[in-house]
């Protein structure tokens, strides 16, 4: 009979079922997922680059490891556009809330393909707990026009944009190919506005808005839960 295969750690992490008391593991598969997330093992392309927006789809660039390190370009291929220290800083919150027992589940309203909300259940899976959510908020349809009421907002319409709006099954289908999507995953879909100030949730012990537009911090509704507690880092609150 031939003998049984051994799983490896990585299909028995993906199980649930990894030996999770060593800190070296779990810090490995973390480094991992943020290299995979961030796509910095193959470097897709650009399709531009924040610091020059004259980069199309139709004129990619090459990419570049120093833009995708501070979350400068806007990858064809990679699971977010945050780039790596700020995976890395969300990892460290995500951790940091886990080990200090601040109780709540994580948020991020603005996921785009899903990178950032596929890391905080990474992070949940990596340290096995099973009683945190991960909530993905977004339309799922892209950005709205911006509300001329907000001056900060104007000459910022992203509405028309196509590759700001990726459907929820395709966020799910990204989940699904870490392994990670399961019903510690929470889809919230529709406009910040009319979703999260009815979102039956919370507390949270961290949350990540990333909306690219001011109107949207402006909001009542950020933060959904007076319970929560925030903290601007760099382009998204935390
Ligand atoms: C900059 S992208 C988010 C990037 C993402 N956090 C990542 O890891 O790559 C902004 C996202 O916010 C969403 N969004 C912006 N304004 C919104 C609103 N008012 N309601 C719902 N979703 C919104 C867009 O659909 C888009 O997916």
Redesign the pocket.
């Known amino acids: 009979m031939a003998p049984k295969k051994r799983p490896t750690d990585m299909e028995a992490l993906a199980a649930g079922g990894a030996d999770l008391s060593n800190a070296s593991l779990r810090d490995l598969y973390l480094d991992l997922l943020i290299k995979i997330l961030a796509n910095t093992i193959y470097g897709d392309p650009a399709f531009g680059i924040f610091m020059h927006p004259a980069v199309t789809p139709d004129n990619m660039a090459e990419f570049g490891a120093a833009y995708r390190e501070v979350g400068l370009d806007w990858p064809s291929a990679a699971h977010?556009?945050?780039g790596v220290r700020r995976l890395q800083n969300l990892r460290d919150l995500a951790q940091r809330a886990i080990d200090d027992g601040i109780p709540g589940d994580f948020i991020?309203?603005?996921?785009?393909?899903?990178?950032?909300c596929i890391l905080l259940r990474g992070v949940l899976k990596a340290n096995a707990i099973a009683d945190r959510k991960v909530y993905v908020?977004?339309?799922?349809?892209?950005?709205?026009p911006p509300d001329p009421a907000f001056e900060p907002d104007r000459g910022h319409d992203y509405s028309k944009n196509e590759q700001?709006?990726?459907s929820a099954d395709q966020v799910r289908e990204n989940f699904a190919r870490y392994g990670l999507l399961d019903d510690q995953v929470v889809f919230v879909e529709?406009?910040?506005?009319e979703t999260l100030p009815h979102l039956d949730a919370g507390p949270f012990a961290l949350m990540?808005l990333?909306?690219?537009?001011y109107a949207?911090v402006q909001h009542p509704c950020v933060p959904p839960a007076p319970r929560s507690r925030t903290r601007p880092c760099g382009r998204?609150w935390h």
Do not use: H, K, N
Request: with cysteine.
């Open positions: 977010t556009m945050v991020e309203a603005g996921v785009w393909r899903g990178g950032c908020a977004d339309s799922f349809s892209g950005l709205p700001l709006a990726v529709g406009l910040f506005q990540r990333d909306a690219d537009l949207v998204g």
